[in-house]
Each structure stands twice: as C-alpha cells, then as structure tokens.
C-alpha cells in the first residue's frame, strides 16, 4: 500500500494571511504514460462529508475557490490556502488514487489564529 | 447532479454482518464512465478506502478487510450495497459511498467528487 503523510498535524492561521500543508507518499503518484500525479485534496468541516477541492495534484475543481492551490510532484505535494477565510477552518486530507488501496493521509487541521 | 445517500442500521452487534445500502439518483451506477466507492471514517481518524465496484461488473477490495467485505449492484433500483462480516469494535465509523469524478477523454479520474452524507454504524453487544 501507498502510504500517505501529512505535515503539520495542525496549523492556526490568522484570517487573511496564507496557509500551507504538506502531504508525502510513500512512492510516486506520478504515471509517466498520462504525464499526470494522481493526488487530490479535501477539505472535510465536523459533521460533514470530505468534499474534493483538487485533482491531478494541481487542477482545481469546479466550484472551488481560487484561493485553493495545489502543487508538487513524484512524492511531494503542498495545497495553498492564499488569504485564509472563516469558512476555511476545516481537516485537509490528500489522497492518492494511483494505486488500489487507494490512502488518505491523517489529515490537518486549520484553525483561526 | 448525481447524489448518494446511505442507508442501514445504526447498531450491529459484535461478530454480525454490517449491511448498508447507497441510493443513488441522479445518475446511473449502469454508467461505465464511473467507479463507485466504499469509504469509512472512525470517529476522530482517517478515512480507510473499502472497496468499488464498476458497471462491467469488475470489484475492487481493501486487501485489509477483503476476506470480509462484499459489494453488489441492484440495478433495478439503481442502488449499491456494502456488507462487512464479522464486525467488531474497530468497525464502528461514519461510512460513506462516493462516487468517482469519472472518464475523461481515455483516463479514469479517481478521486472522489461525489459523497453521501455518511452514516454511524456503532457496533456494540
């Protein structure tokens, strides 16, 4: 199985300003033949289903506020939370679906400063 | 807009059969542009991949709980269904169907776009 971590485990940021996760895997998402990481993030607020913000490691869903950034490549990928809002505060999981079983990652958690 | 919504009992006793159904609407589990999913939550931990199924009628398992775990398709309802044998204590979560963002050109795009609300399954004598 892929292993995923993430860093830090939790992260308080004041409104407005940037936040920055970081998520590994154990072994490349990266499939040469499609040239594309397959990596996604969610946002998952308490008693809610996670909900998909990022796909390919780097494209945005639709709907997603550009604020939201995903990058990285291979075994390092980062999700950017640029001017951090209220409505932010939530867990941030990466999940790689290169491999069954597809892994999530423990998750961090983003609280106002 | 495809939706999903998980149904089942709340309580299952120790080494039962967990059984829940996702109803989907909206959209064909027929469709073979789409993979649909199994996904649990303990409280407080991390989401664990259970398993999918596809409309060619191919499945996929967690190798972890693979000797336990079933999905199977009613068509005729477009539904899906879970059962996990054997439970115990570490099987209580918030369980999830989702379904995948779906074919893209020739590519499969797995991550998971649509979710269902979830549901507590507590399994407890």
């Known amino acids: 199985d892929i292993v995923m971590t993430q860093s830090p485990d939790s992260q308080a940021v004041s409104l407005g300003e940037r936040a920055t996760f970081n998520c590994k895997s154990s072994?490349?998402?990266?499939?040469?033949?499609?040239?594309?990481?397959?990596l996604a993030w969610y946002q998952q607020k308490p008693g809610q289903p996670p909900k998909l913000l990022i796909y390919?490691?780097?494209t945005r869903e639709s709907g997603v506020p550009d604020r939201f950034s995903g990058s990285g490549s291979g075994t390092d990928f980062t999700l950017t939370i640029n001017s951090l809002q209220a409505e932010d505060v939530a867990v941030y999981y990466c999940?790689?679906?290169?491999?069954?079983?597809?892994?999530f990652g423990p998750g961090t958690k983003v609280d106002i400063k | 807009q495809v939706q999903l919504h998980e149904s089942g009992p709340g309580l299952v006793r120790p080494s039962q059969t967990l059984s829940l159904t996702c109803t989907v609407s909206?959209?064909?589990?027929?469709?073979?542009?789409?993979?649909w999913s199994w996904i649990r939550q303990p409280a407080g931990k991390e989401l664990e991949w259970i398993g999918r199924?596809?409309?060619?009628?191919?499945?996929s398992y967690n190798p972890s709980l693979k000797s336990r775990v079933t999905i199977s398709v009613d068509t005729s309802k477009n539904q899906f269904s879970l059962k996990l044998s054997s439970v115990t204590a570490a099987d209580t979560a918030v369980y999830y169907c989702?379904?995948?963002?779906?074919?893209?050109?020739?590519?499969?795009?797995?991550?998971?776009?649509?979710w269902g609300q979830g549901t507590l399954v507590t399994v407890s004598s």
């Open positions: 989702a379904r995948d963002r779906g074919i893209s050109g020739d590519v499969y795009e797995e991550s998971f776009q649509h």
């Open positions: 909206g959209g064909s589990i027929n469709s073979v542009n789409f993979y």
């Open positions: 199924f596809h409309a060619s009628g191919s499945t």
């Open positions: 072994q490349s998402v990266f499939y040469s033949s499609t040239n594309k990481d397959y």
């Open positions: 390919w490691a780097s």
């Open positions: 999940q790689q679906y290169y491999s069954t079983p597809f892994t």
